[in-house]
């Protein structure tokens, strides 16, 4: 098939069977990573920008505003300039400088704050950046991933979809990491249509205010929140198991080392959390997971022996 853009090629990305991570169990992992932007967050890109142009919401020529730690924003950055648009992405002294590149080649404008939150990190300090810019700038619209209907869609009607075909069979445990949760909301609500009894796990970090835990620092972009997501309905998850940044990195150099699979901090939190979960289960049965990103945009952080050497003193709150 020969597409258009690469916009087109979004989506229907494989599913593995983790057997050398887990042996003894059944972990089926849809390999986001291999999204042409790099990451799941050119679904919900592709998704409100195409919809958007649409319904008339968007035209060409206007701009989207966003508050974003790297994955989204490289997304919007990608969808926007091939349908005309501009975009500016709004981020933080955490961002690293390898998203922070990305951003810039992909055309994105950079708008950096440096005032902490209320909360002592940047989130609500970068929304609040967007507001004003949308305010000012004429023809802008915000994309507030976190409130926008249109994201957990984007995976319902996308990633969901792709798991059901690929997978034959029951599943027993979708356990996905969150930030926005518009991915484990979006896929949980689509496999529920043909599995009402689907367990749905979340994966938090420590130090996320997402499920009410206590705010801490957390040092893994992209994986965790300090605000509760608008579009959250918390009781569509069944359990939510929180793991530190030391145990991220270990997910993900596990992970590369038994399957050969380069991917971002979030997917090592997830090795850590069905690790977690399969030591409690007598039968954990089939369970999918997605992995959101790859590892080069992680190589100072979850890969770096320094960085993980700083972060292991941290403990892991039970859970």
């Given at each position: ?45 592709r ?74 990190g ?18 802008a ?31 027993d ?22 599995n ?76 850590a ?19 959101p ?27």
């Amino acid at each position: 098939m020969i597409h258009d853009s690469v916009i087109d090629c979004v989506g229907s990305t494989p599913v593995v069977r983790l057997s050398r991570c887990f042996p003894g169990a059944e972990v089926l992992a849809k390999l986001e990573m291999l999204n042409p932007g790099g990451s799941m967050k050119d679904r919900p890109a592709r998704f409100i920008v195409e919809r958007g142009l649409a319904d008339g919401t968007l035209r060409p020529g206007m701009r989207l505003v966003e508050s974003t730690s790297g994955n989204l924003g490289i997304a919007l950055a990608m969808v926007a300039g091939l349908r005309g648009l501009s975009f500016t992405a709004v981020v933080d002294p955490k961002t690293s400088p390898t998203n922070l590149r990305l951003l810039e080649l992909f055309g994105a404008d950079v708008e950096m704050v440096t005032e902490p939150d209320e909360a002592g990190g940047y989130l609500h300090t970068r929304v609040r950046r967007a507001r004003e810019l949308v305010a000012s700038t004429p023809n802008a619209v915000q994309i507030n991933q976190y409130a926008n209907e249109l994201n957990w869609r984007s995976y319902h009607e996308t990633a969901g979809e792709e798991i059901l075909r690929a997978v034959d069979g029951p599943i027993d445990y979708l356990v996905a990491a969150v930030s926005t949760t518009g991915s484990i909301q979006g896929i949980a609500r689509r496999l529920r249509e043909t599995n009402p009894r689907l367990k749905v796990v979340a994966v938090d970090a420590v130090g996320s205010v997402v499920f009410g835990a206590p705010p801490a620092p957390r040092r893994i972009p992209g994986f965790g929140a300090s605000r509760v997501p608008e579009i959250l309905d918390p009781t569509e998850i069944d359990d939510v198991l929180h793991v530190a940044d030391a145990e991220s990195a270990a997910g993900c150099r596990r992970l590369l080392s038994t399957e050969k699979i380069f991917a971002g901090g979030s997917s090592g939190a997830v090795v850590a959390g069905i690790t977690r979960l399969i030591s409690r289960l007598p039968d954990p049965g089939r369970i999918v997971t997605v992995l959101p990103d790859r590892g080069e945009r992680y190589l100072d952080l979850v890969y770096s022996d320094d960085w993980v050497a700083a972060r292991e003193p941290e403990a892991a709150v039970p859970s």
